[in-house]
């Protein structure tokens, strides 16, 4: 197809929801936990090629992690399982407050907690520190332990995932982004649900959970037994998630993607801006190859914005985006 | 953190034992500055797509060949390792050395070695090392069966070697654990690499022998963590980011959380690395 654009000229900007928005830069997200807090993240990756850096989980106390093996190679991907370690709000704040300054990217921290209450704790606990920190954004992981469900995952009842939504909005006016994996019950329903409590996006860039036994079939191949899985299994798993989920509210789409061309399908199959994790770790450039390759995309199309990609697998373009 | 990768070039695919894929590599840019005890992060440079980057600890080193040898552990799933199926001349991404260098008391000149077919990888390179630099190095080396124990050429003929069978099929009939009482008295430090079921068994009988509290003739120390710093536990991880960031490789103990793949793969029986830990 000839282009009628010229891809230098093709937007990167967008704004994700209307009632509590959140602009981004560009497209392009790093999904909260490969990179850790943010101290480090720019050692490792270039965030000027990014929209928003979510950090990895921060609960209000410190949380320990299993032990190993936590991470193990599965066909297709990795089985992991850390708990979300972490050593508590203050610390994370003490350590990585002036790399959220510094950062050329929107900045949200993903918050972890098992009761309302301690979320509406953790959340008062980051703006009493307003003057030190700078968060364009929270991340209410729905993946994380719920109390009242024995330790299973929020998401895992509609009820539930949408107590701790409406607990986070009311404890903060910042845009709200919801991490769900493709596991969640009702998803649908928990997207409409928290479109209607305010939230800014939808974070489809989840684990669905995993297990393998060990390689002596005595034991878990993970010594916490089921874990998390990342990596391309997951992949139409969690496309098939954003399309479930797409028209909703904003999706930010995420899993298994390793390439420009995974992001392209994200893109068509809804996301509005799409989250990379674990593959950054043998790639640290995949963030400016996908900005690249989207723009081309969307140029070729003679779209005038990377956020015109998003949906275009369900409007009747069948064809694949590719470059 | 977040070291540059460099390119290099396999020379040869090997086994260190039967299974157990070893690769030759070309890496002039790094190989001054590994020991024993670091690993490498390696990636098939040219495949695309979806990657991890797998540990592999060193070997062998060949400073006048400029060569490098890596061990390739095995997968937890039991999967095949793509990289075992590269053929020389092909190119890989390497980032390192990941971990630290396994430290040995200057003073200590008697060392046992506990490891089993998982382990060897781990301590091998530090064998060798030792005994060039004219130390006594005994190794208790575990297998489940004759077949599987690496052969006796990959270390100096100055290590005294001590096999261990589960099935009896050679040497002691039982883990490598049941002999460590017997050497425990002789060395001077001991260091440990395997499943978590040796160096849980080494601890204990080391402990019992009174090994990590015993003020040597020739090393006066304290009672206590200085003490225990004579036994070092090798804690192996499969893949993760390498910059400590991802929290994979991160060992819980009492005395701390260590990140093999920076402050490791050394860690006390108490976890400390015994090292001054940078802040993260």
């Known amino acids: ?323 | 953190m977040g070291a540059a990768p460099v390119r290099a070039q396999l020379l040869a695919v090997g086994e260190l034992a039967p299974g157990r894929s070893a690769l030759l590599l070309r890496l002039p840019e790094l190989i001054a500055s590994l020991r024993a005890g670091h690993a490498l992060h390696l990636l098939h440079a040219e495949a695309g797509g979806y990657r991890l980057r797998r540990v592999a600890p060193v070997t062998q080193i060949d400073l006048i060949a400029g060569s490098v040898q890596v061990a390739l552990q095995p997968r937890a799933d039991g999967g095949r390792d793509s990289l075992a199926e590269l053929v020389p001349g092909a190119q890989l991404s390497v980032v390192g050395p990941i971990g630290q260098p396994i430290e040995i008391d200057p003073d200590a000149l008697q060392i046992l070695i506990v490891t089993d077919v998982e382990g060897f990888p781990w301590v091998r390179l530090l064998a060798t090392s030792l005994a060039a630099a004219g130390r006594s190095v005994t190794m208790l080396l575990e297998s489940s069966t004759a077949a599987e124990i690496p052969p006796a050429s990959l270390l100096p003929e100055s290590v005294e070697i001590h096999v261990a069978t589960e099935d009896g099929s050679l040497g002691h009939h039982g883990s490598a654990a049941d002999l460590v009482a017997t050497y425990a008295a002789w060395a001077d430090q001991v260091v440990a690499a395997g499943s978590s079921e040796l160096l849980s068994a080494t601890t204990l009988l080391l402990r019992a022998a009174g090994v990590s509290d015993r003020t040597s003739a020739r090393v006066a120390r304290p009672r206590g963590e200085a003490g225990a710093k004579r036994l070092q536990l090798i804690v192996a991880h499969e893949i993760g980011c390498g910059s400590g960031v991802c929290g994979g490789c991160t060992y819980q103990s009492a005395a701390g959380s260590v990140r093999l793949c920076k402050e490791g793969p050394a860690v006390t029986p108490s976890g400390s690395t015994g090292r001054t830990r940078g802040a993260r």
């Open chain 1, 1 to 323: 197809m000839e282009a009628r654009v010229g891809a230098a000229s093709v937007r990167t900007d967008l704004v994700l929801g209307s009632t509590h928005p959140l602009r981004l830069e560009r497209p392009i997200v790093i999904a909260s936990g490969p990179l850790g807090f943010g101290a480090e993240a720019s050692e490792l990756i270039d965030l000027r090629d990014v929209g928003l850096f979510v950090t990895r989980g921060v609960s209000l106390a410190p949380r320990s992690g299993p032990s190993l093996p936590r991470v193990v190679e599965v066909p297709g991907g990795l089985l992991h399982a850390i708990s979300r370690e972490n050593p508590g709000v203050d610390e994370v704040i003490d350590r990585h407050a002036s790399a959220w300054r510094a950062a050329p990217c929107a900045v949200a921290v993903s918050l972890v907690a098992t009761n309302e209450k301690s979320l509406a704790a953790l959340i008062a606990r980051f703006e009493s520190r307003a003057d030190q920190v700078r968060i364009d954004a929270y991340e209410i992981d729905l993946t994380s332990p719920s109390d009242a469900l024995d330790g299973a995952r929020w998401e895992s009842t509609l009820d539930e995932g949408v107590r701790l939504i409406d607990a986070a909005r009311e404890s903060t006016e910042l845009p709200l982004i919801v991490k769900i994996s493709p596991d969640a019950a009702s998803l649908r329903a928990l997207a409409e649900a928290a479109a209607d409590a305010g939230v800014t996006a939808l974070s489809v860039s989840g684990s669905p959970i995993g297990y393998l036994p060990s390689r002596s079939r005595t034991r878990g191949a993970l010594a916490e037994g089921v874990g998390e899985l990342s990596g391309p299994l997951i992949r139409p798993r969690a496309l098939a998630a954003v399309v479930s989920v797409h028209g909703a509210l904003p999706i930010i789409g995420g899993g298994g993607i390793g390439s420009p061309a995974d992001a392209l399908d994200a893109f068509a199959a809804g996301a509005a801006a799409v989250s990379l994790g674990s593959a950054l770790w043998a790639d640290p450039g995949l963030p400016r190859a996908v900005l690249e390759s989207a723009r081309r995309a969307a140029a070729a199309r003679g779209l005038a914005s990377i956020s015109d990609l998003a949906g275009l697998a369900l409007s009747g373009a069948n064809e694949r985006a590719s470059e």
